[in-house]
């Protein structure tokens, strides 16, 4: 049980005993842990404000031996899905492997199913921590699309202006996608980003600032995916800006687009986005 402090934790403890014992159920003393600020659950460890993985999965990963048939990357890529929303950019890293768990795929561990293999293993041992999601602070998205993947990260500042991360997501390309063109990937990855994150993003208070490092993203109205896309943003108040790196070029002037243009945005004045010259 959660308390904001050890005064109130105190009493609210007592009070679940209370009942437990008025009903007559009783609890194993071993299997319990009170008045503490940090506890592994459920295959996670968390502490005020952070969770991480719980670091007996990391060890039992440390001592992983690469795959040698198709159920052992089954095996390790499940684990490692577990806790993807730790890893930036997992989708495309894990790729490789995962093509090996097709049907009617010969088993050929190459150098980059080993490199992405190894990647991920040092990925987990590093041990990353993510910060817990909190209502009173700005959210800022960022995205990214490459040719076989898209992905997001989640994040919000602490009192010196750096950014931590909350979560990340991301999600392999399937059939028609692989063929998207690239302005329409990423639009893609900002879309699922918001249905990703849609409880944390639909609720904030603040506009949400997505950044992204794609030269030409661009609302095109004439092409009716784009519709569909666009559709994910009714949710939120957005505010779209270069990333950091910007593979050296500035992203355009921005397009302010009126209610009307989409009905689905009527709770909204207007939603922001990226037009290319």
């Known amino acids: 049980?959660?308390?904001?402090?050890?005064?109130?934790?105190?009493?609210?403890?007592?009070?679940?005993?209370?009942?437990?014992?008025?009903?007559?159920?009783?609890?194993?003393?071993?299997?319990?842990?009170?008045?503490?600020?940090?506890?592994?659950?459920?295959?996670?460890?968390i502490s005020p404000g952070q969770i991480r993985m719980d670091p007996t999965k990391i060890k039992d990963v440390a001592e992983c031996p690469a795959p040698t048939t198709v159920s052992g990357v089954r095996g390790f890529l499940g684990?490692?899905?577990?806790?993807?929303?730790?890893?930036?950019?997992f989708g495309g890293i894990a790729k490789p492997p995962n093509d090996l768990t097709k049907k009617?795929?010969?088993?050929?561990?190459?150098?980059?199913?080993?490199?992405?293999?190894?990647?991920?293993?040092?990925?987990?041992?590093?041990?990353?921590?993510?910060?817990?999601?909190?209502?009173?602070?700005?959210?800022?998205v960022e995205t990214d699309a490459s040719d076989w993947a898209i992905g997001g990260q989640l994040g919000q500042r602490d009192e010196q202006g750096r950014l931590h991360p909350v979560t990340f997501y991301s999600k392999a390309f399937r059939g028609p996608e692989l063929n998207y063109p690239t302005h329409d990937k990423e639009l893609m990855s900002i879309?699922?980003?918001?249905?990703?994150?849609?409880?944390?993003?639909?609720?904030?208070?603040?506009?949400?600032?997505?950044?992204?490092?794609?030269?030409?993203?661009?609302?095109?109205?004439?092409?009716?995916?784009s519709l569909s896309y666009c559709s994910g943003l009714c949710f939120s108040d957005c505010v779209f800006s270069p990333g950091v790196s910007v593979r050296g070029e500035d992203v355009s002037d921005v397009l302010i687009l009126p209610k009307y243009i989409f009905p689905m945005f009527a709770r909204w004045d207007s939603i922001i986005c990226c037009n290319s010259n």
């Open 104 to 140: 009617d795929t010969d088993f050929i561990w190459s150098k980059e199913c080993d490199n992405a293999f190894q990647t991920l293993k040092q990925m987990i041992l590093d041990d990353p921590i993510l910060v817990l999601p909190d209502p009173d602070k700005e959210f800022e």
């Open 1 to 45: 049980m959660f308390s904001e402090t050890e005064e109130e934790h105190q009493k609210h403890v007592h009070k679940v005993l209370a009942v437990l014992e008025k009903a007559g159920l009783s609890i194993n003393p071993k299997k319990n842990e009170f008045h503490v600020t940090q506890v592994d659950f459920l295959g996670y460890r």
């Open 191 to 225: 879309i699922w980003a918001f249905k990703e994150w849609k409880p944390w993003l639909s609720g904030t208070k603040y506009e949400v600032k997505v950044s992204s490092d794609h030269k030409n993203l661009t609302f095109k109205l004439s092409i009716r995916t």
């Open 79 to 89: 684990f490692v899905n577990f806790y993807r929303r730790f890893i930036k950019g």
